[in-house]
C-alpha cells in the first residue's frame, strides 16, 4: 500500500483504487460510540462498500459484516464514518 492520504480528495483517490478482497481500516458509529477494526472488502457499491471485520472486538466479532459508507457519499459519509488505510491505524 502506498503512503497515507493526507486529505480528504486524496483519501478519495485512494478508495477510488480498492478492489475486492482488499484489506482497509473501516470506521463506523453505533449508539454513540465510534468504532474501527481491520476489515476485508466484500463488495464495493457506488455509495458503500461491504466489508467484513478480521479482527475482532467485545461487541463485533470477526465475521462480522457491516456496510460502511464510501467517500462519494455525502450525506453519511464522515471521518468517524468510512474506510481508511489499514497502514495509518488511528492517526488520520
Do not use: H
Not at 59 to 84: D, E, K, M, Q
Request: hydrophobic fraction near 35%.
Amino acid at each position: 500500500m502506498t503512503s497515507p492520504p493526507l486529505d480528504f480528495r486524496e483519501l478519495r483517490a485512494w478508495e477510488s483504487t480498492l478492489r475486492e478482497g482488499d484489506t482497509v481500516l473501516a470506521r463506523w458509529t453505533s449508539s454513540y460510540n465510534v468504532y474501527q477494526a481491520k476489515c476485508k472488502i466484500i463488495r464495493i457499491n457506488a455509495k458503500s462498500m461491504n466489508v467484513q471485520i478480521i479482527d475482532g472486538m467485545e461487541n463485533y466479532p470477526a465475521g462480522w459484516r457491516l456496510n460502511i459508507p464510501r467517500t462519494t457519499n455525502t450525506s453519511l459519509w464522515s471521518w468517524n464514518r468510512g474506510v481508511f488505510p489499514f497502514d495509518t491505524g488511528a492517526g488520520i
